[in-house]
């Protein structure tokens, strides 16, 4: 077997595992695992949020690096469940690359699946629903609940459309958060009896990195000092473009 393709595969299984929210301590365990489960003498493993980087020593004394640029993350945790189970098996057994490709073309079919038009309906009433539910946790009224919840419902569908044109998740946030607040505004206009803020506050909630804040904890308590302050940067940065979406349009509307 030869070294430069398992390491290749290997790779491929932790970039997978990586943007699709996986830790960073966790990968980089996984990774040293998968190599010495192959016999490989030393394993040397570097990840930050922008890439991966692998130096290993093989039985015959060679070395070998690899790396993998990480542009984009898209938390997924029915994959990554999948993949921890994949490299479970090669941790046990050690298949050849033949089987490890196949099972990861397994994985990718389960996880588009996973992603059909029920599901993805289910997304829809899920993200338009945990929207409603904030505006009446910060005492909206049920009609503002509901005006939240159709919100909701539009800003998930720019954000799709957004991610199929655009990789940048500043200017998504961006523009999804000001079509939530241009949503608000038009029910507003239009005499619905609501309170824009009560709304807005129920869809704000919805593009709050939350997660990658906790991450971002996570990795510093860890160790993982650089992983940890890039990740808080992003969520930052990120949250800044949701506050400026929708004050952009506040300011500009008058509401």
């Known amino acids: 077997m030869k070294t430069e393709s398992l390491l290749d595969i290997i790779l491929k299984i932790a970039y997978d595992m990586l943007v699709s929210g996986s830790e960073v301590g966790?990968?980089?365990?996984?990774?040293?695992?998968?190599c010495q489960a192959y016999g490989m003498e030393e394993v040397e493993v570097f990840i930050i949020t922008s890439s991966i980087?692998?130096?290993?020593?093989?039985?015959?004394?060679?070395?070998?690096?690899?790396?993998r640029r990480i542009k984009e993350y898209k938390t997924d945790f029915y994959r990554i469940?999948?993949?921890?189970?994949?490299v479970s098996h090669i941790e046990q057994h050690t298949p050849d690359i033949q089987e490890i490709g196949t099972r990861?073309?397994?994985?990718?079919?389960?996880?588009e699946q996973e992603h059909s038009w029920k599901n993805i309906f289910y997304e829809y009433l899920?993200?338009?629903?945990?929207?409603?539910i904030f505006t009446l946790f910060f005492n909206g009224n049920f009609l503002e609940g509901f005006v939240s919840f159709i919100c909701g419902f539009f800003i998930k569908i720019s954000m799709n459309f957004l991610e199929g044109v655009v990789k940048n998740r500043f200017v998504i946030n961006l523009i999804a958060s000001a079509?939530?607040?241009f949503s608000a505004w038009c029910f507003y206009k239009i005499g619905v009896p609501i309170s824009v803020d009560k709304v807005n506050i129920g869809n704000i909630m919805l593009l709050i990195p939350g997660l990658a804040t906790v991450n971002a904890f996570k990795d510093l308590i860890?160790?993982?000092?650089?992983?940890g302050l890039l990740r808080l940067a992003d969520a930052l940065i990120q949250a800044s473009a949701v506050a400026f979406g929708f004050a952009m349009v506040i300011l500009a509307l008058g509401v």
């Open 179 to 181: 079509v939530g607040a």
């Open 126 to 132: 899920l993200f338009c629903t945990v929207s409603m």
């Open 81 to 86: 469940e999948l993949l921890e189970s994949l």
């Open 222 to 227: 860890s160790g993982e000092t650089i992983t």
């Open 53 to 67: 980087i692998v130096s290993v020593k093989d039985k015959e004394g060679r070395f070998f690096t690899q790396t």
């Open 26 to 34: 966790r990968v980089e365990q996984r990774i040293e695992n998968m």
């Open 104 to 111: 990861r073309k397994e994985i990718e079919a389960l996880v």
